[in-house]
């Protein structure tokens, strides 16, 4: 069998992942990599790449910190570990945060505490936009374990992954009402 064709992924806590998986937000906040100049939109269709480097329990409210548990199975922390891939995501909207100072209403649509939004996302780099991604999460078909590998490494957003989503593969989380609605408070709120 051959490998799969190389597959975009951007990397996000695992529990963000899964966050997405049972419908808890369809909100990603980006600004990029310490080794980015700023965050681009890679691909309207991508894997999340699991990550629990910046994963604490402090800046995951608490009625969402069951999903940190299941993020860390997930992702893996040293190269040679095994790590599952099972999110996918397609771009609905791609929001420049031009009122990052009113962050703090999107609280209802994401699993971060308020100050670690702007800590980490705001405060951090404060030269460069914050980018809001409204997404369609999905679920793969099947979960893809893979080696984690020196070229996972990095604190960049983008890789590429051998992880086989053929188009229209997965179940889909969230419906175009629901991300419809999603869109319109964040350009509202902060857009």
């Known amino acids: 069998m051959s490998a799969a064709a190389p597959t975009p992924a951007l990397k996000e806590w695992g529990a963000v992942a899964h966050a997405l998986l049972q419908g808890r937000q369809a909100l990603l906040l980006r600004k990029g990599g310490v080794h980015e100049k700023r965050f681009s ?24 910190r069951d999903l940190l548990p299941l993020g860390a199975a997930d992702a893996a922390a040293s190269d040679g570990e095994v790590l599952t891939v099972r999110a996918g995501a397609e771009v609905v909207a791609v929001v420049p945060v ?6 703090e209403e999107l ?25 809001a991604l409204v997404v369609r999460a999905v679920e793969l078909p099947e979960p893809v374990r893979l080696v984690r590998r020196p070229e996972h490494r990095g604190c960049t957003s983008w890789l590429d992954l051998e992880v086989p989503w053929p188009p229209g593969a997965g179940r889909a989380v969230h419906g175009e009402e629901h991300l419809a609605a999603v869109e319109a408070a964040v350009r509202e709120r902060v857009g």
């Open 41 to 64: 939109v890679g691909a309207s269709r991508f894997v999340l790449f699991p990550t629990v480097a910046h994963s604490h329990a402090e800046s995951v409210r608490p009625e969402h």
């Open 98 to 103: 031009a009122r990052p100072e009113r962050v």
């Open 107 to 131: 609280e209802d649509l994401h699993v971060w505490t308020s100050a670690s939004v702007r800590s980490s996302r705001v405060d951090f780099r404060p030269r460069h936009q914050l980018t």
